[in-house]
């Protein structure tokens, strides 16, 4: 009973439009009142706890060195760079894009900010080579979902919190899954380039390949950074994330010198927009599980589904595939981490899922979410950065969302992909 009044009131305010933090806080409120065990402080107390985590200054850290990364020209000499070494091949701007988009995915560890800072340059690139405008957009909005997936992943970040997992092998778990993915978009971009009979770039010369990658070097050189920095021992993620914003300032300002007073309002204003908001719902969901947590609601559901018959790894992997596929419609990802892994961490331990497969497994699961609809954050950014549709950019993604699900397929039948280099690694 109390299960079915928490998660009613939840949607109810949802329906509402109520925002997602104080929909959590909202219902949990509702039900310690009613049943008898709110006190004023619970609720305060239970959100500083939930925020009172080194580990989770990682997450404002990527999200400003991402930020600095897309105003302060990194990004813009990483994708010069490419199009001058890969630009010629068939699909060439295709290539550039997933690229594009893998590196600054190995940077950012946010995929809304990835779309945004490759799709405002490559989506007019594309168009202006006589790409669809429509395939363009999908490209971008479904490969700038690498940004959660290859390290450094916020919602990763957020997993290891949750379930008490090292962040450090949460990351180079995501290493070989991020790159089969990488393998996947460009294998398609180029047979759908020649299918179309899209052209070619003009070859760069060899001068204008050593210049570009000269000037773009400062900028790949930091993923190598912030892994190298947490792999080796040197830091934690989040001391690499402050590494990660002190030299993106420094190239922006010193090297690149693409920034001014002017760009900083811009760049603390959208890193403090996005870090409140994760924080915010890390600390609501806190609540929500202080609720779920007293009333055994976690215990209740695990002991119904392993007295089924029917429940295993497989039929596991298949019920939450379609619970993230549902809730991914309405829910941004940190949201559905935060609900779910509760109730599904015990479960999933006894039917014995590692934690770091289910990791990878779970965040290719919210990838596909960022470019489903009504909620998808990569269809909002592409849309408004293309000015299109959502329905438009929603079109362009559908076949990259097949892509997903097949990628998806593979990781859950084959755990090494995800399991082998954390086995290989101490931390």
Known sequence: MNIAALFSSFTFLILFRIPIAIALVGASIIMFWLTGTFTTWTIPHKMFTALNSTTLVAIPGFVLAGAIMAKGGISKYLIDALRAWVGHLSGGLSVVTILAC??????????????????SIMIPAMVDAGYNKRYAMGLVAASGTL????PPSIPLIVYGVVTEQSIGKLFIAGVIPGMFLTLMLII???????KKGYGRLEKATWAKRRSSLSKASWGAFLPILILGCIYSGATTPSEAAIIACVYSLIVSLFIYKETSLNNWHQILKDSIGVSSMIMLIIAAASVFSLYMTQEQIPQTIANA???SDFLGKTTFFIATAILFLILGMFLESSSIMLITLPLLLPIMLSVGINPYHFAIVMIINM???QITPPVGLN???ISGIAKENLSEVFKGSAVFILLM???LIIMMVFPSLSLWLPNKMSF
Not at 111 to 119: F, L, R
Not at 147 to 150: A, F, H, K, T, V
Not at 188 to 194: E, R, S
């Open 102 to 119: 893998t590196f600054f995915a190995a940077i950012s560890g946010s995929s809304p900010a990835t779309a945004a800072a490759v799709g």
């Open 147 to 150: 940004g959660i997936l290859i």
């Open 188 to 194: 398609y971009a180029v047979i759908y380039a020649k």
């Open 305 to 307: 589904m392993l007295s």
């Open 367 to 369: 990838e596909i979410a």
């Open 379 to 381: 269809l909002f950014v």
């Open 405 to 407: 699900v097949v990628c």
